[in-house]
C-alpha cells in the first residue's frame, strides 16, 4: 500500500468519524432515554429498591447511574466482558481492572460505558459492507484512555494488594448552596447556574 493510499485511508476513516459520531450519539441517547423510561416503568411496578437508591433529585425523567438500574444479567454480561477484556489485552501491569471493581461505583459506571461503546462499535463493524474503522476507533479512543483514566482517577488504583473501600465525598454544604442560590441575580432563580 502505497504513502497516498494510506493517506486517503485514513482521511476517508476521519470524515466517517464525523459524520457517524453525531448520529452514534443521538442513538445512544435515544437508547438511554427509553432505556430509563422502561426501568422507571418497573420501578413504579414494585421495582423500588433502584428507585430508592437514585441520586437526590425531584425530577422523574433524569436518569440514574448505570449500576442503579442495571439488572443482575447486565451485572453478569459486564463481568464477564470485563474478565475477557482482562485476559484478551492482558493490559500492563499499571492498566489492570482489578477483582474489586464492582465495589468502586466510579469505576463500575466507566466499565458500563466503555461496554456500551465496544457494543456499538463490535455491532457497526459486524454489519459494515466494507472495511470498517469502528472496532479501531474504539481502540484508540475509548479502550486504552478509559483504563488509564480509571487508574489515575479513582482510589481503585491502591486495591493492588487489598480491597481499599472507597471514600466518600463530601456532600453539598446545604449553607454555601443557599448563599449562592440567594446571591443569584433574579433571571437566574429557578435554574443553577454552574
Same mark, same amino acid.
Given at each position: 500500500?502505497?504513502?497516498?493510499?494510506?493517506?486517503?485511508?485514513?482521511?476517508?476513516?476521519?470524515?466517517?468519524?464525523?459524520?457517524?459520531?453525531?448520529?452514534?450519539?443521538?442513538?445512544?441517547?435515544?437508547?438511554?432515554?427509553?432505556?430509563?423510561?422502561? %426501568?422507571?416503568?418497573? #420501578?413504579?411496578?414494585?421495582?423500588?429498591? &433502584? *428507585? @430508592?437508591? /437514585?441520586? !437526590?433529585?425531584?425530577?422523574?425523567?433524569?436518569?440514574?447511574?448505570?449500576?442503579?438500574?442495571?439488572?443482575?444479567?447486565?451485572?453478569?454480561?459486564?463481568?464477564?466482558?470485563?474478565?475477557?477484556?482482562?485476559?484478551?489485552?492482558?493490559?500492563?501491569?499499571?492498566?489492570?481492572?482489578?477483582?474489586?471493581?464492582?465495589?468502586?461505583?466510579?469505576?463500575? %459506571?466507566?466499565?458500563? #460505558?466503555?461496554?456500551?461503546?465496544?457494543? &456499538? *462499535? @463490535?455491532? /457497526?463493524? !459486524?454489519?459494515?459492507?466494507?472495511?470498517?474503522?469502528?472496532?479501531?476507533?474504539?481502540?484508540?479512543?475509548?479502550?486504552?484512555?478509559?483504563?488509564?483514566?480509571?487508574?489515575?482517577?479513582?482510589?481503585?488504583?491502591?486495591?493492588?494488594?487489598?480491597?481499599?473501600?472507597?471514600?466518600?465525598?463530601?456532600?453539598?454544604?446545604?449553607?454555601?448552596?443557599?448563599?449562592?442560590?440567594? #446571591?443569584?441575580?433574579?433571571?437566574?432563580?429557578?435554574?443553577?447556574?454552574?
Amino acid at each position: 500500500m502505497s504513502a497516498e493510499q494510506l493517506e486517503e485511508l485514513v482521511r476517508q476513516f476521519a470524515l466517517r468519524v464525523k459524520r457517524e459520531q453525531h448520529e452514534v450519539e443521538e442513538v445512544l441517547g435515544e437508547v438511554l432515554q427509553r432505556l430509563s423510561a422502561l %426501568e422507571q416503568g418497573q #420501578a413504579r411496578q414494585g421495582g423500588t429498591e &433502584a *428507585a @430508592a437508591a /437514585a441520586p !437526590a433529585g425531584d425530577d422523574p425523567a433524569m436518569p440514574s447511574p448505570w449500576s442503579y438500574r442495571a439488572t443482575e444479567k447486565d451485572w453478569r454480561d459486564l463481568a464477564g466482558w470485563v474478565d475477557w477484556i482482562s485476559t484478551h489485552y492482558a493490559p500492563q501491569l499499571n492498566l489492570r481492572i482489578w477483582p474489586c471493581w464492582p465495589s468502586h461505583g466510579g469505576v463500575v %459506571e466507566e466499565l458500563a #460505558a466503555l461496554h456500551a461503546a465496544w457494543r &456499538a *462499535a @463490535a455491532l /457497526a463493524d !459486524a454489519e459494515s459492507q466494507s472495511v470498517s474503522p469502528d472496532m479501531a476507533y474504539w481502540h484508540q479512543m475509548w479502550l486504552w484512555p478509559t483504563l488509564d483514566r480509571i487508574r489515575q482517577n479513582y482510589m481503585f488504583k491502591s486495591c493492588e494488594t487489598d480491597h481499599t473501600p472507597d471514600r466518600a465525598g463530601r456532600p453539598t454544604d446545604p449553607t454555601v448552596l443557599e448563599n449562592r442560590i440567594a #446571591a443569584a441575580p433574579a433571571r437566574d432563580k429557578g435554574k443553577m447556574s454552574t
